[in-house]
Every structure is written in C-alpha cells, then in structure tokens.
C-alpha cells in the first residue's frame, strides 16, 4: 500500500474533481434520479458527506463514533432515508459545499495523524490508511452514477491504482462475504493503467487470467459496470466467477448491475 501523504494527497484530488464537475449542475439536475438504485445526485453527495463524517468522527473520538452509529442503527431507517432526515432536506449547492468543506477538513484531519493509527469502525478496526483509500474509492465510484446519468465524459487518472490494489487483494473477500467457496487461485491481472503503464497482480497464469483497461477493472469491482458493458478479456473459470460477482467494498453482499443498464 502507498504512504499516506500519497493516499491523501490522491484523495483530495478526487475529491476536487467531482466537486468541480458537480459545481457546473442546474439546481433542477440535483433531484434526478441517476441509475444507481434511483438515488437522486442529491443522494449521491448526501451519502458521500454521511461516509465522511462517520470517518471524521471516529478520527475523533471512539466514543462519539459508537454514540452515533447506534443512533442511526436505532432510527429503524434505512442509511438514505435516514441520511436525508439527518440532514434536513439539505440540497443543491447548499449541500455540495457542506460535503466539501467537511471533505477537506476530513483530508486535514487525516494528514495530520500517525499512519498507523486505527479507526473505530461498525466492523473490525480499519487502519487509516485503509480507510482513506476506501474514501477515494467511495468517491471515484459514486461520482460514476452522475456521469454516467449526464452522459458526461471523465478523465482518467492513475489514482485508481490505489482501487485495483483493493480489487486484487479482495478476491477471496469476494466469495467468503457470499459464504461461496473460493474457485480456485486468484486470477493474474494485467492492466492498462490511463497513463499506459502496465500493472501486473497475482502469479502469471495463462488459464487464469484477466487482462485490459484498468479503468474497467475498477469500474466492475466496485459494481459500476457490469462485465459483460467492460473489453475486459477474462479468461478461465475462477476468473468468470469472479468478474460476475466482484465486490471491493465492504459491506453485506451486493449485485452488479444488469447489463446494458449502466454504460
């Protein structure tokens, strides 16, 4: 895994990006609803802020950290219709430049602290560096739903190296989070990073392989593309099986959606 001041620094740089596409929306487009279980980009940027705070917050105080999450477990909401009436009908631009101030306030935060420091989370401990890269995968995926509803084009960058990582590394997470068991060993990645550098994961194996985009790759592991809308060459069946299902985020298990809905 990368240094930390490179994750932060990466992570800002996320964060900016879809704070400026963001700034360009009508006030009309902020309660359209994208493809992604028809969150509106209200829900989108609410949920990134709602993500955000909840790390800051453990940051914090452990305590304060646990305090809030059993209020939100309690509430009997679910997390987008509890995070609306948390923040009180905030939205637009109004919302845009909470999530943002917060955001940087959240990279300060997080620069600032001993790289081997642990958060308080709703599952295990998650180290900090762990857990910012989490935020810049949380970013960069949500941030999909709005470009894909606006029909808008995205630059690619190469911090999606610190996804791929977390798309390699989450393979056997995969099947265990399904309570499947794992089809064989973890197929050898071979992808083209968007400045066309090559990265390579896992032992070589010519029957066990997926190669192509690593824009892709990040794109199925975090369940914004299904791999069938991908040119993604996944070849040998543990590699099948994986590509059907992959899932790099933590959490009970989720569906990739169905092809043809999200391209």
Same mark, same amino acid.
């Given at each position: 895994?990368?240094?930390?001041?490179?994750?932060?620094?990466?992570?800002?740089?996320?964060?900016?990006?879809?704070?400026?596409?963001?700034?360009?929306?009508?006030?009309?487009?902020?309660?359209?609803?994208?493809?992604?279980?028809?969150?509106?980009?209200?829900?989108?940027?609410?949920?990134?802020?709602?993500?955000?705070?909840?790390?800051?917050?453990?940051?914090?105080?452990?305590?304060?950290?646990?305090?809030? =999450? @059993?209020?939100?477990?309690? %509430? /009997?909401?679910?997390?987008?219709?509890? +995070?609306? *009436?948390?923040?009180?009908?905030?939205? #637009?631009?109004?919302?845009?430049?909470?999530?943002?101030?917060?955001?940087?306030?959240?990279?300060?935060?997080?620069?600032?602290?001993?790289?081997?420091?642990?958060?308080?989370?709703?599952?295990?401990?998650?180290?900090?560096?762990?857990?910012?890269?989490?935020?810049?995968?949380?970013?960069?995926?949500?941030?999909?739903?709005?470009?894909?509803?606006?029909?808008?084009?995205?630059?690619?960058?190469?911090?999606?190296?610190?996804?791929?990582?977390?798309?390699?590394?989450?393979?056997?997470?995969?099947?265990?989070?399904?309570?499947?068991?794992?089809?064989?060993?973890?197929?050898? =990645? @071979?992808?083209?990073?968007? %400045? /066309?550098?090559?990265?390579?994961?896992? +032992?070589? *194996?010519?029957?066990?392989?997926?190669? #192509?985009?690593?824009?892709?790759?990040?794109?199925?592991?975090?369940?914004?593309?299904?791999?069938?809308?991908?040119?993604?060459?996944?070849?040998?069946?543990?590699?099948?099986?994986?590509?059907?299902?992959?899932?790099?985020?933590?959490?009970?298990?989720?569906?990739?959606?169905?092809?043809?809905?999200?391209?």
């Amino acid at each position: 895994m990368a240094d930390l001041v490179e994750i932060i620094n990466d992570l800002r740089a996320e964060g900016h990006e879809l704070y400026t596409f963001l700034q360009d929306l009508n006030e009309e487009d902020w309660s359209r609803q994208t493809t992604f279980k028809s969150w509106t980009i209200n829900d989108v940027v609410q949920h990134l802020y709602f993500g955000d705070f909840l790390g800051a917050t453990s940051h914090k105080s452990s305590e304060e950290f646990l305090a809030f =999450l @059993k209020t939100v477990q309690q %509430s /009997g909401l679910g997390l987008v219709d509890y +995070t609306r *009436q948390w923040l009180d009908g905030l939205s #637009g631009t109004s919302m845009l430049e909470r999530w943002r101030t917060h955001f940087i306030d959240m990279c300060d935060r997080f620069a600032a602290s001993d790289p081997d420091m642990r958060l308080t989370w709703a599952g295990p401990d998650m180290g900090i560096k762990m857990f910012a890269t989490a935020r810049l995968m949380e970013t960069w995926a949500h941030g999909w739903e709005v470009y894909d509803l606006l029909g808008a084009p995205r630059q690619h960058t190469d911090r999606i190296r610190h996804i791929a990582i977390i798309g390699a590394k989450t393979y056997g997470w995969t099947f265990a989070n399904r309570k499947q068991e794992v089809p064989g060993l973890s197929p050898y =990645l @071979k992808l083209t990073a968007p %400045s /066309g550098e090559t990265w390579e994961f896992n +032992t070589p *194996q010519e029957d066990n392989q997926i190669t #192509g985009q690593a824009v892709e790759f990040c794109q199925v592991v975090t369940q914004v593309r299904n791999i069938g809308d991908t040119k993604l060459s996944v070849v040998g069946e543990p590699a099948k099986q994986w590509m059907a299902i992959a899932q790099c985020f933590a959490g009970p298990p989720e569906q990739p959606p169905l092809t043809g809905t999200r391209v």
